[in-house]
T-cell receptor
């Protein structure tokens, strides 16, 4: 299993541009989520999904959209990037068997908005 | 709502010695889960140890153990026989009972001296 994968690893945008951060998992996990990590801080939850077609907001959802059309994929969209969205973005997933409370993280995407 | 506080921005330990990282939390959930994650320079978030709040017994994973004080809402991490590879940022986190909302503390940077 590849686990949780994210693309791209690095991205530079100009203010106002749009882009999609990709996240995929091959563990058949129902739950997926997006976090952002700003310098010197812990991760903060942006959006999450408990299954295909179901999404909900986390702690810092403004400026971000998500959708969940398949179990495997959970893309994060920035419609009009702002410098305040410069951060490292992590995707995570967890399943419903075993330690269902434990989330597994992708390697992160470093985004810079100029 | 949940809050997680790590009061030690940085800690230092001599190789082979023991160090304890502090964490306090607050939650309105009657049942919840607590975690310690390690983040090395690669940025990958690695689960170190987890604790179910309804269990009184402290969790242990090899050289890592926790001191869970539910009444005091304290969840400290003890690392025994510290190794150079333990040097990283350590994040304490609390999850609600449904596992949908994971809240992180601000992190503690651990340095290991040879």
């Amino acid at each position: 299993n590849a686990g949780v994968t994210q693309t791209p690893k690095f991205q530079v945008l100009k203010t106002g541009q749009s882009m999609t951060l990709q996240c995929a998992q091959d563990m058949n996990h129902e739950y997926m989520s997006w976090y952002r990590q700003d310098p010197g801080m812990g991760l903060r939850l942006i959006h999450y999904s408990v299954g295909a077609g179901i999404t909900d907001q986390g702690e810092v959802p403004n400026g971000y959209n998500v959708s969940r059309s398949t179990t495997e994929d959970f893309p994060l969209r920035l419609l009009s990037a702002a410098p305040s969205q410069t951060s490292v973005y992590f995707c995570a997933s967890r399943g419903l068997a075993g330690n269902t409370d434990t989330q597994y993280f992708g390697p992160g995407t470093r985004l810079t908005v100029l | 709502a949940q809050t997680v506080t790590q009061s030690q921005p940085e800690m230092s330990v001599q190789e082979a010695e023991t160090v304890t990282l502090s964490c306090t939390y607050d939650t309105s959930e009657s049942d919840y889960y607590l975690f310690w994650y390690k983040q090395p320079p690669s940025r990958q978030m690695i689960l170190v140890i987890r604790q179910e709040a309804y269990k009184q017994q402290n969790a242990t994973e090899n050289r890592f153990s926790v001191n869970f004080q539910k009444a005091a809402k304290s969840f400290s991490l003890k690392i025994s026989d510290s190794q150079l590879g333990d040097a990283a940022m350590y994040f304490c986190a609390c999850s609600n009972n449904a596992g949908n909302m994971l809240t992180f503390g601000g992190g503690t940077r651990l340095m290991v001296k040879p």
